[in-house]
């Protein structure tokens, strides 16, 4: 088993960015340099959720953009999800590369029935 070194660290945001964020403007991330796929995931949550939620996401994603090459962005339950080991019935805006990303990095031996 990989080991790897959890960092942890409080992170504070000017109160305007959180303003900004519930009034629906959310170009602190979409400006940002981080793969479209976390960008366009979070807005979409951002937009059908509005308010505060997602965007603690969306500020870590921003505030760590140096060190995003590739990502992905998803719930734990929506992991364990059935069609993420046959990749069967995925929307392709999302779904698709999400599984793409699953046996690029994870690969299909160490996926597992939930």
Do not use: C
Not at 38 to 48: E, F, L, P, S, Y
């Amino acid at each position: 088993m990989n080991k790897a070194l959890l960092k942890e660290e409080v992170m504070f945001f000017p109160p305007e960015f959180l303003k900004r964020w519930r009034n629906g403007d959310y170009s602190l991330l979409t400006s940002a340099n981080i793969p479209s796929y976390i960008k366009q995931i979070i807005v979409q949550k951002a937009k059908m959720r509005p308010g505060r939620r997602f965007f603690g996401d969306a500020f870590v994603a921003v505030s760590f953009s140096s060190k995003i090459k590739d990502g992905f962005y998803n719930s734990y339950k929506w992991l364990t999800a059935e069609k993420w080991i046959t990749g069967k019935g995925l929307k392709p805006e999302f779904e698709k590369p999400f599984y793409d990303g699953l046996h690029k990095y994870i690969g299909e031996d160490n996926r597992v029935r939930s």
